[in-house]
């Protein structure tokens, strides 16, 4: 039996859970709330002086960026969530979140949120960091969450665009 259906299989379809809105990582009957974090915008890019008005001269691009080398939050890998929109937002369900690879630097972990290659320019967190994960409705407003496929070790999150006048979210944690 593959691990995925096997944690589909510990943790109950009716669960009683916080009514609070929020991210919640689910180990048995037990929840571990997961703290969202704000998200820095920063822009990168080559060293080449003048490098935006010069054709052919590398890509630049925005990444996303948390602070510390890793999250607190351990999960296993395979790992199962229950999030719970915000009342004012029930409208887009969990739909709004995206699973992603964080990679780690020195002091932070960071992912790409738009690119400017040569000649064109894409927004949007590119398909080769997100991780395909399922969404379940259990009940109104509240959606399980867990990935297709066990996850590597590594730093993951579920990213929250919330919108141009505030900064998104990330619900971080490690497969160890």
């Known amino acids: 039996m593959n691990c995925v ?41 080559g060293h080449i002086p003048l ?3 010069l054709p052919l001269a590398g890509s630049s691009g925005t990444k ?11 999960v296993t890998p ?15 369900g969990a739909g ?11 002091h932070w972990r960071e992912f790409e949120v738009s690119s400017k290659p040569d000649w064109k320019a894409s927004s ?8 395909r994960y399922y969404t379940r409705q259990v009940e109104r407003g509240l959606y399980k969450l867990f990935p297709a496929e066990d996850l590597d070790p590594g ?12 900064p998104g979210l990330i619900y971080d944690f490690a497969v160890e």
């Open 5 to 45: 259906l096997a944690a589909l299989l510990l943790v109950p379809q009716s669960v009683l859970m916080p009514d609070e809105p929020g991210l919640y990582y689910a180990e048995a009957n037990h929840f571990t709330r997961v703290e969202g974090r704000a998200v820095t915008l920063a822009e990168s890019g």
């Open 51 to 53: 490098k935006g008005s």
């Open 64 to 74: 996303a960026q948390i602070l510390g080398e890793s999250a607190e939050l351990k």
């Open 78 to 92: 395979t790992p199962v969530f229950y999030f719970r929109p915000a009342k004012d937002n029930e409208a887009s």
């Open 96 to 106: 709004d979140l995206v699973l992603i690879k964080l990679k780690r630097r020195k």
């Open 124 to 131: 949007g967190i590119p398909l080769k960091a997100q991780v």
């Open 155 to 166: 730093e993951y999150g579920f990213y929250l665009y919330r919108g141009r006048d505030l």
